[in-house]
């Protein structure tokens, strides 16, 4: 495709349930990055992934949050037990590569935690 | 760690006139870039202008440009010629030279009106 796709577009989820999002990185590119951005806030870094690497988790704010990215294109954000404070938008961009900073978001997912 | 601070939460300007965004940043970092994005309501985020920290011009992309104050440690945007279409939120972001991820403000609300 044309540029970053992630999929669901919306998700609602009852407090307890494990959800999960898929990302859709734009073809070649090497960095995959994860922003949760909650209602009237600036996106806030959760992980990032060099190819199938994960070298910066520094921002996921607990266990229960876990990404992967297993042949180095697609990537998945798993949230487990998911609570009230999770709702929020979840961005991924990837880049061709760190130089730049060139980042291409996705359009990002609409999480609700009920 | 770097911080950055939008201080408008909400901007409004009427078409074709011109208005200014500010931004400004903290880091200790000598080699750092600097970002304004645009995220419309359908949540995309999308690249405005980048500024490399070490250069001196301002950057300029068609009617946006910065000014950028790197003593003051300011960054800010101006639009020339608003749009209709420049409705959006208005993200100042910085990344360092040697980090993954970016930082971003708490975004500026800009409503361009006839």
């Known amino acids: 495709g044309a540029g970053v796709s992630q999929s669901p577009r919306y998700k609602v989820a009852k407090r307890g349930q494990d959800v999960a999002l898929r990302c859709d990185p734009i073809?070649?590119?090497?960095?995959l990055f994860w922003y949760q951005q909650a209602l009237g806030q600036g996106p806030e870094f959760l992980t990032y992934?060099?190819?199938?690497?994960?070298?910066?988790k520094s921002g996921l704010p607990s266990d229960r949050f876990f990404a992967e990215r297993p042949e180095g294109s697609v990537s998945t954000l798993k949230i487990q037990r998911t609570q009230q404070e999770d709702s929020a938008v979840y961005l991924c961009?990837?880049?061709?590569?760190?130089?730049?900073?060139?980042?291409?978001f996705g359009p990002g997912t609409r999480l609700t935690v009920t | 760690a770097q911080t950055v601070t939008q201080s408008q939460p909400e901007m409004s300007v009427q078409e074709a006139e011109t208005v200014t965004l500010s931004c400004t940043y903290d880091?200790?970092?000598?080699?750092?870039?600097l970002f304004w994005y645009k995220q419309p309501p359908s949540r995309q985020m999308i690249l405005v202008i980048r500024?490399?920290?070490?250069?001196?011009q301002n950057a300029t992309e068609n009617r946006f440009s910065v000014n950028f104050q790197k003593a003051a440690k300011s960054f800010s945007l101006k639009i020339s010629d608003s749009q209709l279409g420049d409705t959006a939120m208005y993200f100042c972001?910085?990344?360092?030279?040697?980090?993954?991820?970016?930082?971003f403000g708490t975004g500026t609300r800009l409503q361009v009106t006839l």
């Open positions: 880091t200790s970092e000598n080699n750092y870039y």
């Open positions: 500024q490399e920290a070490y250069k001196q």
């Open positions: 961009a990837s880049s061709l590569a760190l130089a730049g900073g060139l980042y291409y």
């Open positions: 073809s070649g590119h090497v960095s």
């Open positions: 992934f060099q190819n199938e690497a994960q070298l910066d």
């Open positions: 972001a910085s990344r360092t030279g040697t980090a993954s991820k970016l930082t």
